[in-house]
């Protein structure tokens, strides 16, 4: 309960905010933008008071003094307008996102029921989406309670912890309060999720023509996934395929199906074996919202800040109020989702510029970018350029997946992105055959994201580059939606349109819906019930800043469950990180194999306790010889804790 009146306090002060700051939106609009800035603040605010002590329940609390500063501020800021009332055009954005934006949010919070540690006969299952990243979200969310920030890898001691962690330290709030991990996760997924479908189909209603065109605008980003489906079911009366080789045309008729449905990653919108089809344009909803969770919090601010631009731009609003706290948004995304801060940047930095071409007033501008900086560069600074200095970061390939390791083109490059996007795409290029400058200036921005994501690579693993791409998808989903609208429309009189409507809609929309069918029904046990007994003895029975010395594999109970550092991770995640980590799993693996000759290698790594345990004896290790040396703590269901004697 406490929880709960602490969550309902920041998204009250949040549309506390934006009720003085920016009265003359529509009252819809307002609750959106206020709920949004309530989420930015609980992930930030305790976060600063955790720079400075614990990260705790206290800092909790203490965050809502500077919550109460910032809406006295707003107050004695507020806008002399009156506050818009709820209005018929108020009354049509509400029941559109009932259509819409309300039936994904439901299936975003089934979702992220059945995704994130859904209780099983005692052990905790996932699903297909979730199944590579959670750990590591769960892994940074219990670790940061009672540390100071910043925090070191909790899988990587001694290094800074510069991955975007906010979204997860939204969880540890939540923790210290009293939640449930799984509840912890689960109802501020739920909340972003709700943000995010809500958010872009009111950004399309201002920026599209005409309110059919938003909900088609909304379909096209969210039930992404272009023509790979017309792989699946070709020939589909032989078998092609088999497990693990060809495996999409494994089957005849309802055993495709039947693949597509139950088989890890054979859904033809994300591949597992890409390099066959080279199917990579994931369904946003199932490959990024639902498992990257960083990519959710990014959207989630990403998309107020994306229609303060737009609706400034619009209507001509030179609002300070407006633009500050636009920077105040763009300013502090880097901690929470980089990708989205550099998307942002480059598409508003090109807006400026056109605008400053038009002689336009630039103050607004100015006011936006200069407060954005002011926020961002510490982070920048402090975290971002840290990590993104390491090996791996910021290197030329053009072509984004489609030129793996530089080897050359594996498709044509347009026909790469049409059967990956689809016939959407077609209506972006037609679009621009249209007399419609605001289009044009909406593709300008697009543009300028996409053409570095497709010469450079900003991380270690090429597909990351997607982070940038569906922002710009996001533009461009307008005027394509715009001008499907408009030829649906031209259609008018000819017999045959509803039928056409049809074709097109399964022929836009069907993978996208097999990818999230699949994800609805996926299942996977990762945590086992004597991972969780384990993880519980762990909490219950260490002290919070202990280390254990373990296997590196990603699923891993002491780290994500009890939030205790471990020597160090998998390279599935540290790799991408940009970090090196083969001294440290050379070590364990010496230490694990023959622990009486390489007895200093727990001292050396600070480890204060010794986990045997399936994986560890998948290095070597056995109880015989670890039972000569150290002290048993716990043993139980196949996993024994051992202590490390000080000195």
């Not at 938003?214 to 996934?225: D, E, I, P, S, T």
């Not at 070709?234 to 088999?242: E, H, Y």
């Not at 994201?449 to 090429?462: D, R, T």
């Not at 083969?582 to 000759?597: E, K, V």
Request: proline share 5%; aromatic share 12%; net charge positive.
């Amino acid at each position: 309960m406490t929880g709960v009146l602490f969550l309902f306090i920041y998204l009250a002060a949040g549309v506390f905010i934006i009720r003085f700051l920016l009265p003359r939106q529509g009252f819809i609009t307002r609750v959106w933008l206020g709920l949004s800035l309530g989420m930015f603040l609980l992930m930030w605010l305790p976060a600063l008071v955790a720079f400075l002590r614990p990260f705790d329940a206290a800092s909790q609390w203490l965050s809502l003094l500077i919550l109460g500063a910032l809406s006295g501020a707003a107050w004695l800021a507020r806008s002399k307008a009156d506050a818009a009332r709820f209005s018929e055009g108020d009354r049509r954005t509400l029941r559109l996102l009932v259509l819409f934006a309300l039936p994904m949010s439901l299936l975003g919070a089934y979702l992220q029921y059945t995704h994130v540690l859904r209780p099983v006969e005692g052990a905790l299952h996932v699903g297909q989406a979730t199944y590579g990243d959670l750990p590591l979200h769960l892994g940074i969310a219990t670790s940061l309670q009672g540390r100071t920030l910043p925090a070191d890898y909790s899988i990587l001691p001694g290094t800074l912890l510069a991955y975007p962690f906010l979204v997860d330290s939204l969880a540890t709030s939540f923790l210290t309060l009293g939640w449930s991990l799984r509840h912890a996760m689960i109802v501020p997924g739920s909340i972003l999720m709700t943000l995010v479908f809500s958010g872009y189909l009111i950004l399309a209603l201002r920026a599209c023509a005409s309110r059919r065109a938003a909900a088609l605008a909304f379909l096209f980003v969210f039930l992404n996934g272009g023509l790979g489906f017309l792989y699946a079911f070709d020939m589909a009366g032989v078998s092609l395929g088999s497990a693990g080789q060809n495996q999409l045309q494994q089957g005849a008729w309802i055993e495709r199906l039947q693949n597509i449905i139950t088989g890890w990653y054979q859904t033809p919108a994300n591949h597992a074996e890409f390099t066959t089809y080279n199917l990579r344009w994931s369904n946003i909803i199932a490959d990024m919202l639902l498992p990257q969770r960083t990519f959710l919090a990014g959207w989630a601010v990403l998309l107020p800040a994306l229609y303060l631009v737009i609706d400034g731009m619009k209507d001509g609003d030179a609002s300070l109020r407006r633009w500050a706290l636009l920077g105040v948004l763009a300013g502090g995304l880097p901690l929470i989702h980089t990708h989205s801060f550099v998307a942002l940047a480059l598409c508003s930095a090109a807006w400026f510029l056109r605008n400053l071409f038009r002689k336009k007033p630039a103050k607004p501008w100015l006011v936006y970018g200069l407060t954005a900086a002011l926020l961002a560069l510490p982070q920048l600074i402090a975290f971002t350029f840290r990590q993104s200095g390491q090996e791996g970061f910021l290197r030329l390939h053009f072509n984004w997946v489609n030129n793996l390791n530089g080897a050359g083109l594996q498709d044509g490059y347009l026909w790469f992105y049409l059967k990956n996007i689809g016939l959407p795409l077609l209506l972006v290029i037609f679009s621009l055959f249209e007399k419609n400058p605001w289009h044009k200036q909406l593709l300008l921005g697009a543009l300028i994201i996409w053409l570095p994501a497709e010469i450079v690579l900003f991380q270690p693993n090429a597909y990351d580059n997607n982070k940038l791409l569906y922002v710009a998808w996001a533009l461009m989903a307008i005027p394509a939606a715009d001008y499907g609208v408009l030829s649906f429309n031209r259609l008018k009189g000819v017999p045959a349109r509803p039928l056409m409507a049809a074709l097109a809609a399964v022929l836009m929309f069907l993978t996208g819906t097999l990818a999230l069918i699949r994800e609805a029904v996926s299942d996977y046990s990762m945590f086992s019930p004597e991972d969780v007994a384990l993880a519980q003895y762990v909490e219950d029975n260490t002290p919070k800043n202990s280390r254990v010395m373990t296997g590196f594999q990603h699923i891993n109970p002491v780290a994500s469950l009890a939030g205790r550092e471990i020597v160090v991770g998998p390279d599935l995640w540290l790799y991408y990180h940009g970090f090196d980590t083969q001294a440290r799993q050379q070590a364990l693996r010496a230490f694990y194999a023959d622990p009486t000759n390489n007895r200093d290698v727990p001292a050396r790594y600070g480890a204060d306790y010794v986990l045997l345990g399936p994986q560890e004896r998948l290095l070597g290790g056995s109880k015989p010889a670890l039972d000569g040396l150290y002290e048993a703590v716990y043993d139980q269901a196949g996993y024994t804790l051992y202590r490390v004697p000080e000195g």
